[in-house]
């Protein structure tokens, strides 16, 4: 959890802590979640039981473009293209079908793509945006959290922004008024909700 | 002549000197694998005939070793089927061991996980008492554990070994009424155990499985069955050639008071009561048979000396 500035996990039973900050590392390592949370905190209390989740979020400008995982040549009538990175290879795919038509763009290889007689410059192709990674962020945090979260609690209430979220588990009826119990979480990272 | 369950682990060049030879001492194969090269047996060997086996192996670099879950079939207990509880820790356990010989199947209730929520229906319940034992995977916090327990443990019959979070003074403590086996340390986690510490714990559970088998082991020969599950196991095979065309890995699975046999009840079970062992004595003579609560398979439970007077 380096990337984290900030990273605890509370609850009456330390050892349960413990394990619980494992799980939360594990799941966020393994959903490549730790690049986009700043500060984290967990509380857990399962005798009442209830799992809360607040945190805020660092700021995910980037925009995946073609320069960031190709290089892009131009030689004569035609632009070679050497891809680094296969992950955003079919969505670029479809965008030159889209743009250039299917019979300007070939791929010989796994890691060549070659772009022929196409109108456009070199500079231009390298700017395309290809992905925008941020789009399914919310969803993949809440899908992190619900595996974090014990299983059985299955009554939730989940706020997600741009700049932070606050997530509350429990397997009984939610209290009515979550905002004084998410303060508090907040307030322990030195945030305000 | 006590039966000893065993591994033996060899290339599959002249294996067949093995399997004859304990055919001859009167032992029975229960699982037989060939992967790539080599062949594992599970089977029961005559006690006084292990060294003797031992020395026949030794030009055939066959090792036999001990290994006292073979034939036995273990209920592990996943709280849920869900990511969360599969496939650490629950298949961790569950496929090391298989690896040791035990027959293992996963057991989910389908309102498992949770705490107040946490329910076993009568079906589950049934086909965790089909079982030898059962090991149930608990999560992280004790006091989940205590509460559910309970609820959860109502109506098992057959011996539990509770794997939990808390370490294991914990669990004793706060399991009520006491299973019979605890292995703390284990409770929910997501990612695969790979230090020697994980693997240790996998060790540890096996461990106090093999006591609670052995356990019963004693406690059955202070009652002997009529019949060794694993000489029906071998009739079945005899008389009921059907049993050669299913496709799952143990069509006749042993357990220790009994075998499931892999065949629908209604077409099979007559086949199965009429099969003479001995002098005339059936199987139904010695045990009954019942269907199974898992898919439509026959069980066969044997009964005790005690209850039929006779042993074959």
């Not at chain 2, 329910?119 to 995977?137: G, K, P």
């Not at chain 2, 309970?150 to 098992?156: D, F, K």
């Given at each position: 959890m380096l990337s984290i500035e900030y990273f605890e996990v509370e609850c009456p039973e330390p050892l349960g802590a413990a394990y619980y900050r494992q799980i939360t590392n594990d799941v966020l390592l393994d959903h490549n979640l730790l690049r986009v949370i700043n500060k984290l905190h967990i509380f857990i209390d399962p005798k009442v039981p209830v799992f809360v989740a607040v945190g805020t979020l660092k700021k995910i400008s980037t925009m995946i473009r073609v320069r960031d995982f190709a290089n892009v040549n131009p030689l004569g009538d035609k632009i070679?293209?050497?891809?680094?990175?296969?992950?955003?290879?079919?969505?670029?795919?479809?965008?030159?079908?889209?743009?250039?038509?299917?019979?300007?763009?070939?791929?010989?290889?796994?890691?060549?793509?070659?772009?022929?007689?196409?109108?456009?410059?070199?500079?231009?192709?390298?700017?395309l945006v290809v992905a925008d990674p941020s789009a399914s962020l919310f969803k993949d945090l809440?899908?992190?959290?619900?595996?974090?979260?014990?299983?059985?609690?299955?009554v939730r209430s989940e706020k997600f922004s741009r700049e932070r979220f606050s997530f509350v588990a429990s397997e009984d009826t939610l209290a009515g008024d979550l905002a004084p119990l998410i303060r508090d979480k907040f307030a322990l990272m030195g945030e305000k909700p | 002549m006590t039966l000893v369950p065993v591994t033996y682990k060899g290339g599959i060049y002249q294996h067949d000197i093995i399997t004859d030879?304990?055919?001859d001492l009167g032992g029975y194969i229960v699982q037989k694998h060939i992967i790539g090269g080599e062949v594992v047996l599970q089977c029961f060997i005559p006690r006084d005939d292990i060294e003797l086996t031992r020395r026949i192996a030794k030009p055939l670099f066959g090792e036999v070793t001990d290994s006292p879950l073979v034939g036995t079939e273990i209920a592990v207990v996943s709280m849920s089927l869900e990511i969360?509880?599969?496939?650490?820790?629950?298949?961790?356990?569950?496929?090391?061991a298989r690896r040791i010989g035990?027959?293992?199947?996963?057991?989910?209730?389908?309102?498992?996980?949770?705490?107040?929520?946490?329910?076993?229906?009568?079906?589950?319940?049934?086909?965790?008492?089909?079982?030898?034992?059962?090991?149930?995977?608990?999560?992280?916090?004790?006091?989940?554990?205590?509460?559910?327990?309970?609820?959860?443990?109502?109506?098992?019959?057959?011996?539990?070994?509770?794997m939990g979070g808390p370490d294991t003074e914990t669990l004793k403590r706060i399991i009520h009424p006491a299973a019979e086996g605890y292995v703390g340390h284990v409770g929910r986690f997501m990612r695969r155990g790979k230090t020697e510490e994980e693997?240790?714990?996998?060790?540890?559970?096996?461990?106090?499985?093999?006591?609670?088998?052995?356990?019963?082991?004693?406690?059955?020969?202070?009652?002997?069955?009529?019949?060794?599950?694993?000489?029906?196991?071998?009739?079945?095979?005899?008389?009921?050639?059907?049993?050669?065309?299913?496709?799952?890995?143990?069509?006749?699975?042993?357990?220790?008071?009994?075998?499931?046999?892999?065949?629908?009840?209604?077409?099979?079970?007559?086949?199965?009561?009429?099969?003479?062992?001995?002098?005339?004595?059936?199987?139904?003579?010695?045990?009954?048979?019942?269907?199974?609560?898992?898919?439509?398979?026959?069980?066969?439970?044997?009964?005790?000396?005690?209850?039929?007077?006779?042993?074959?």
């Open positions: 070679t293209l050497v891809i680094s990175d296969e992950t955003y290879l079919a969505p670029m795919l479809k965008i030159f079908w889209q743009q250039f038509g299917k019979d300007k763009v070939e791929q010989p290889d796994r890691f060549t793509v070659i772009l022929y007689n196409v109108e456009t410059e070199a500079r231009e192709i390298e700017d809440i899908y992190a959290f619900r595996l974090i979260a014990p299983e059985g609690f299955r | 030879l304990i055919e969360h509880h599969l496939p650490h820790p629950s298949c961790d356990f569950a496929e090391y035990a027959k293992t199947n996963m057991v989910s209730p389908a309102r498992g996980p949770g705490k107040r929520i946490s329910q076993l229906s009568d079906e589950e319940r049934d086909v965790i008492n089909e079982h030898d034992i059962a090991v149930i995977a608990f999560g992280n916090f004790e006091s989940c554990i205590e509460y559910k327990w309970p609820a959860l443990r109502r109506g098992i019959e057959v011996p539990i070994i509770v693997i240790g714990i996998l060790d540890e559970i096996v461990a106090e499985v093999t006591r609670v088998i052995e356990k019963k082991r004693e406690e059955i020969a202070k009652d002997p069955l009529s019949v060794s599950p694993a000489r029906l196991m071998d009739l079945i095979r005899e008389h009921v050639p059907a049993i050669h065309d299913v496709t799952s890995p143990t069509p006749l699975t042993v357990q220790m008071e009994g075998l499931r046999v892999k065949l629908p009840y209604d077409t099979f079970a007559g086949d199965v009561r009429q099969i003479e062992i001995e002098d005339g004595i059936t199987v139904s003579d010695v045990a009954e048979v019942v269907p199974s609560r898992m898919r439509d398979y026959i069980l066969v439970k044997i009964r005790p000396f005690s209850e039929t007077n006779t042993v074959v």
